[in-house]
């Protein structure tokens, strides 16, 4: 007859089950969670670059 698992055992399991998630990490996984952050960006440049203030109509920058 089975029994209902107690809390330490499902405790136990949790912690086995992170510990080898943590463990068994393939290596081109690990190289894409590695990345570069994101540049950062002021945001009124942003807007600015969305929006293109600052450019007149023939695409020439405002002097």
Request: with cysteine.
């Given at each position: 007859?089975?029994?209902k698992?107690?809390?330490?055992?499902?405790?136990?399991?949790?912690?086995?089950?992170?510990?080898?998630l943590?463990t068994?990490?393939?290596?081109?996984?690990?190289?894409?969670?590695?990345?570069?952050?994101?540049?950062?960006?002021?945001?009124?440049?942003?807007?600015?670059?969305?929006?293109?203030?600052?450019?007149?109509?023939?695409?020439?920058?405002?002097?």
């Amino acid at each position: 007859m089975k029994h209902k698992r107690t809390e330490h055992e499902k405790k136990i399991d949790t912690a086995n089950h992170y510990d080898c998630l943590e463990t068994d990490v393939r290596e081109d996984a690990r190289k894409s969670f590695q990345r570069q952050p994101y540049p950062t960006v002021d945001v009124a440049q942003y807007l600015a670059q969305k929006f293109k203030i600052g450019v007149d109509a023939d695409g020439q920058e405002d002097s």
